[in-house]
């Protein structure tokens, strides 16, 4: 089944402590994101990647870092997060100018 | 920064009824499309139209495109109460290769 995952789904965690949420998609697409959305501003893009070791800023890129190692995965790293950052999270994967897979998402709580 | 702008931010209607959406953007586009969210959850792909076209139909979705006024409107036919959920616009501009998403229209369709 053509999907894209996401982990963990639910995360709680504290001002500072470095995480990272896995993305991960099946269908060897080129293009994948990730997006934060928040009550009343809709989705916004962190970071995108066209292709393996390619990645670029979004919108809304402060406080986040990726990586692109490998085609299938594009992992989300919070260095040290913050209370402003706690958001509902989701990656997505496209290929060339289609529709858009997106993943289950992943509910961030920062203390 | 947000690219299509849905109007209007909620909708309410009695099942039966068709639901009119729509968006409205500012830049020269590849293509447009709509997607569906349910609560909490990821967003899902409905439909896509091209800059060359002007209509489209998927089932009781009906999505036109006017590129001239920059706007695109979505209709649901015969709205259902499982149809209940945020729909979004998102464009796939000309300039890049980012898609971008409006802040979405709350559907509630009432039994």
């Known amino acids: 089944e053509a999907q894209v995952t996401q982990n963990p789904r639910y995360l709680i965690t504290v001002t500072g402590k470095k995480l990272t949420v896995t993305c991960s998609q099946n269908?060897?697409?080129?293009?994948m994101s990730w997006y934060r959305q928040d009550p009343g501003l809709g989705l916004r893009q962190i970071y995108y990647?066209?292709?393996?070791?390619?990645?670029d800023k979004g919108d809304v890129p402060e406080g986040y870092k990726v990586s692109r190692k490998e085609k299938r995965n594009f992992p989300l790293i919070l260095e040290s997060p913050s209370p402003n950052q706690t958001s509902l999270y989701f990656c997505?994967?496209?290929?060339?100018?289609?529709?858009?897979?997106f993943g289950p998402g992943t509910r961030l709580t920062v203390l | 920064s947000q690219q299509g702008e849905e109007d209007p931010q909620a909708l309410s209607i009695q099942e039966g009824e068709n639901a009119t959406m729509n968006c409205s953007y500012k830049?020269?586009?590849?293509?447009l499309q709509w997607y569906r969210q349910n609560s909490g959850r990821g967003l899902v792909h409905l439909i896509l139209i091209r800059s060359n076209e002007r209509e489209k139909h998927s089932g009781r979705l009906r999505v036109t495109l006017d590129t001239s006024k920059k706007s695109s409107s979505l209709l649901i036919t015969a709205s259902r109460a499982a149809d209940t959920a945020s729909y979004f616009c998102?464009?796939?501009?000309?300039?890049?290769?980012?898609?971008?998403f409006g802040e979405g229209t709350q559907l509630t369709v009432n039994p």
């Open positions: 998102a464009t796939d501009e000309t300039s890049g290769s980012r898609l971008t």
């Open positions: 830049t020269s586009i590849n293509n």
């Open positions: 269908m060897n697409h080129e293009y």
């Open positions: 997505a994967s496209r290929e060339g100018y289609n529709e858009q897979f």
């Open positions: 990647s066209m292709n393996v070791e390619v990645t």
